[in-house]
C-alpha cells in the first residue's frame, strides 16, 4: 500500500531512533508535563499561531513514535491512539517539524523541566537522514566541506595568492609595516588561528582589527560554518570540526578566535572536547582588545542609532551577552536595546540552516514577530555578530519595509578604529 | 591559459556566506553536460570551495584566474 514503509525500513528507522535514547533524552520524551508554557515562547508560533509550530506541537510528533515503538501500550494497543507508526504522513510530519524548528532554544529558557527542543528534533533529523529524506543542500554544503579538508594541499597556493590579493582592502583601513603580511597565514608562532567563512567581508575587518592590537595571528585555510549540525549528522559534524580541530594543533596557537557566526562557534566552543587551545568568538576577543586598551575607537564615525540582536548561538546558547554591549558602548552613544533582549531575545528565524536552504516565503512569515521587534527599537542600524543571522535580518529588512541598516558589529568596530596620533571621541 | 566558451557568466561578488556553493549548485544544471560557466567572485575561500564542491559532484574546475579584487572560476559540467 502506498504510503506504508517496509518491516524493513521501520526496523531500520526504529533502530536510528534508539540510538539516540540516552537518558536526558528519555527525560526529555516522558516529562512533558504538556503545560503549554513553551506555546508563546517560539517565534514561530508567536508570529503564525498554528499549534505544530509549537515547542511542544513539533516534539510531540517524535514522543508519538516514541510511544509506538518504545513504550507498553504503544507496542500492545496502538489502537488506543496517541501514537505514529512509520509511514509517508509520518515522515512529512517529522520534517515539518524538524525543518521548522531554528534551534533557538527559546523555548527551553521558559520549559519548567528544561525540555530541550531542539534535541528532541536531533532525533527528527537522524529518522530523516535514515529515511533520506534531509534537506540535500545542506547535506552537499557538508560533503564540500569535507572535501576541502582532504583536497587542500592542493588549493593552498591559490588560496595564499588570493590572501595576498586581498591585503591592500585591510591597509587601507589599518597600515603595517613594510614587509609584513596584513593577512599572516600559515603563520608560525601565532598566538590565534582567526577562522572565517566564505567571502572577504568576513576577512578583511576582522583583519585589521586584529592588526590594530598588535595580535599575532594566522587565518585559517577552512570556513568556521558546519552544515553538517543543521543536517544533524554528528559523523559529518565531527569531520568538519576536525579539520580546524588539526589545523590550530599543528600550528600550535593558543586560541581559535571564530568569524561571527553562532552555529560555528557553539559547536567548536561545546562540542570538540578539551583541546590544547582555547575557542573563543570574535566578539569576545574585541572586547578583550578595548578592555586591554589594545585598539582604540572613535565614537564620532557612528552617529546613527543602534540595536543589537543577539543570536540565539553566541547569546542564548553561550552565555556572551555583555561583550557585545560594551563594544557597542565604545563605539556608540546612542545604543538602544530590543525588547526582549539578551537570552529572552526572539530568535531572527533564520536558524538552523533555513537560510542555506532558501526557504524565503517561510522564513519571512515565522519571524514577523522579530520584524515587529526591530521596528518599535525606533533604531537607523540593527547590528548583529552572526552570518546567518545578518543575512535574515537583511531578507527582513527588505521583505519588511524596515528601512534599517544591517551591519556585522566588526564592520562597525573597524569603522571606528583610530589611527596613533589621530584625535577621536571616546 | 586557455580561453574558453562559457555558456554563462555568474556574478558572485560580495555574495555572503554559504550562497556561491548554494548558487553554482542551482545554476550548473543548467547549462548542458560538457560546457562551462564563468563564475566572478571575491571570496578568497572560493579557490579552494569549488573544487571541493566540483570532487563531491562529479564536475570539474578547469581553471582559476586571480588579480586583485577578482577571481574568476571557469566550472564545467560533467553530469
Ligand atoms: S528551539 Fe526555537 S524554533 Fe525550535 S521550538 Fe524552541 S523556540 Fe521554537
Ligand atoms: S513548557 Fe516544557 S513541560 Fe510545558 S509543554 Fe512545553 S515542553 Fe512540555
Not at chain 1, 42 to 52: I, L, T
Not at chain 1, 283 to 295: A, G, S
Request: with cysteine; aromatic share 8%; glycine share 8%.
Amino acid at each position: 500500500m502506498e504510503g506504508i514503509l517496509s518491516p524493513a525500513e521501520s526496523a531500520a528507522l526504529k533502530e536510528l531512533f534508539e540510538k539516540k535514547l540516552n537518558g536526558v533524552m528519555r527525560m526529555y520524551l516522558d516529562t512533558c508535563a504538556r503545560c503549554g508554557i513553551c506555546v508563546e515562547s517560539c517565534h514561530v508560533y508567536a508570529s503564525m499561531p498554528e499549534v505544530k509550530y509549537t515547542a511542544v506541537g513539533r516534539a510531540e510528533v517524535v514522543r508519538k513514535i516514541f510511544r509506538r515503538y518504545f513504550r507498553m501500550q504503544g507496542r500492545f494497543a496502538p489502537w488506543l491512539g496517541e501514537v505514529l507508526e512509520f509511514d509517508e504522513a509520518t515522515l512529512n510530519a517529522v520534517y515539518d517539524a524538524a525543518f521548522s524548528c531554528t534551534g533557538c532554544r527559546r523555548c527551553m529558557v521558559h520549559c519548567p523541566f528544561g525540555i530541550d527542543t531542539q534535541q528532541v528534533m536531533a532525533i527528527a533529523k537522524a529518522l530523516l537522514i535514515g529515511a533520506d529524506r534531509e534537506p540535500k543542500v545542506l547535506s552537499m554544503l557538508a560533503d564540500m566541506s569535507i572535501a576541502k579538508g582532504e583536497g587542500i594541499e592542493e588549493t593552498r597556493a591559490d588560496y595564499a595568492q588570493a590572501l595576498k590579493n586581498l591585503e591592500g582592502e585591510v591597509k587601507a583601513i589599518w597600515p603595517v609595516p613594510e614587509g609584513t603580511s596584513a593577512i599572516p597565514y600559515e603563520a608560525k608562532e601565532a598566538d590565534v588561528l582567526y577562522v572565517a567563512l566564505a567571502g572577504s567581508h568576513s576577512i578583511v575587518s576582522a583583519a585589521a582589527i586584529m592588526n590594530a592590537a598588535g595580535e599575532k595571528w594566522t587565518l585559517s585555510s577552512f570556513e568556521a560554518v558546519n552544515f553538517a549540525t543543521f543536517v544533524g549528522d554528528s559523523g559529518k559534524a565531527k569531520r568538519v570540526a576536525q579539520r580546524i580541530i588539526d589545523e590550530a594543533t599543528r600550528l600550535g596557537v593558543k586560541e581559535v578566535a571564530v568569524v561571527e557566526c553562532g552555529t560555528a562557534f557553539r559547536y567548536l566552543r561545546h562540542m570538540i572536547g578539551p583541546q590544547k587551545f582555547r575557542v573563543v568568538a570574535f566578539v569576545e576577543l574585541i572586547d578583550r582588545y578595548i578592555r586591554e586598551d589594545r585598539i582604540r575607537l572613535d565614537k564620532s564615525r557612528l552617529p546613527e542609532s543602534v540595536t543589537y540582536h543577539d543570536p540565539c548561538q553566541i547569546a542564548r546558547n553561550s552565555g556572551i551577552m555583555e561583550e557585545p554591549r560594551r563594544i557597542l558602548r565604545a563605539i556608540s552613544d546612542r545604543f538602544v536595546e530590543l525588547r526582549p533582549n539578551r537570552e529572552e531575545n526572539w530568535c531572527c528565524g533564520g536558524g538552523g540552516g533555513l537560510v542555506a536552504m532558501g526557504e524565503l516565503d517561510f522564513r519571512m512569515k515565522s519571524s514577523r514577530v522579530k520584524a515587529d521587534q526591530l521596528k518599535a527599537s525606533g533604531a537607523q542600524i540593527v547590528t548583529t555578530a552572526c552570518e546567518n543571522c545578518h543575512s535574515q535580518l537583511s531578507d527582513l529588512n527588505e521583505h519588511y519595509g524596515l528601512g534599517m541598516r544591517v551591519e556585522f558589529l566588526s564592520h562597525l568596530v573597524a569603522k571606528a578604529l583610530v589611527l596613533p596620533g589621530e584625535r577621536f571621541r571616546r | 591559459m586557455a580561453d574558453y566558451e562559457t555558456k554563462k557568466t555568474l556574478d558572485y561578488k560580495g555574495l555572503k556566506c554559504p550562497m556561491p556553493i548554494v548558487k553554482i549548485s542551482q545554476e550548473l544544471p543548467k547549462v548542458g553536460i560538457g560546457d562551462i560557466v564563468e563564475v566572478l567572485t571575491t571570496d578568497p575561500g572560493s579557490l579552494s570551495d569549488f573544487p571541493a564542491w566540483a570532487k563531491t559532484t562529479g564536475n570539474q574546475v578547469v581553471e582559476t584566474r586571480q588579480e586583485p579584487g577578482l577571481i574568476k572560476i571557469y566550472v564545467k559540467r560533467l553530469k
